[in-house]
């Protein structure tokens, strides 16, 4: 148990170390729909080491999403324009949540943002 408890601190600590960098980035709001309240780093790929492609700074509503929260079709709405984000954390996490929804404009802004094709193709199928 001290193992996991030490891992998952080291962790936390190397995540705050690109806080002010990924918060410079996003311009200090909410990197899928602006928002300024309860901003934190999320993690993207957890298993990974991080860097500033694997983390995105999101707002407490935009981080249950990430999560798997189900959204309603506004709060996708608002989160559509990180789908052209040029940071992965960012687009390719929005695409994930939006990929969820069955609407045709949803699938259709996947389709048209400029995630990698691999990430695209697997949440299109």
């Given at each position: 148990m001290a193992?996991?408890?030490?891992?998952?601190?080291?962790?936390?600590?190397?995540?705050?170390?690109?806080?002010?960098?990924?918060?410079?980035?996003?311009?200090?709001?909410?990197?899928w729909c602006e928002s300024k309240d309860d901003?934190?780093?999320?993690?993207?790929?957890?298993?990974?080491?991080?860097?500033?492609?694997?983390?995105?700074?999101?707002?407490?509503?935009?981080?249950?999403?990430?999560?798997?929260?189900r959204a309603d079709?506004?709060?996708l709405r608002s989160i559509r324009n990180a789908l052209w984000s040029n940071v992965p954390a960012v687009a390719e996490g929005a695409a994930r949540v939006l990929a969820q929804c069955k609407e045709a404009w949803a699938r259709e802004a996947i389709e048209e943002s400029?995630?990698?094709?691999?990430?695209k193709a697997d949440l299109l199928k």
């Open positions: 193992k996991g408890y030490q891992a998952n601190k080291e962790r936390q600590e190397e995540l705050q170390s690109f806080g002010k960098s990924v918060g410079k980035r996003a311009g200090f709001k909410c990197e901003l934190r780093l999320w993690d993207y790929q957890p298993d990974l080491s991080p860097d500033m492609d694997s983390l995105a700074l999101l707002c407490q509503n935009c981080r249950e999403l990430a999560d798997g929260r079709l506004n709060e400029f995630i990698d094709e691999t990430v």
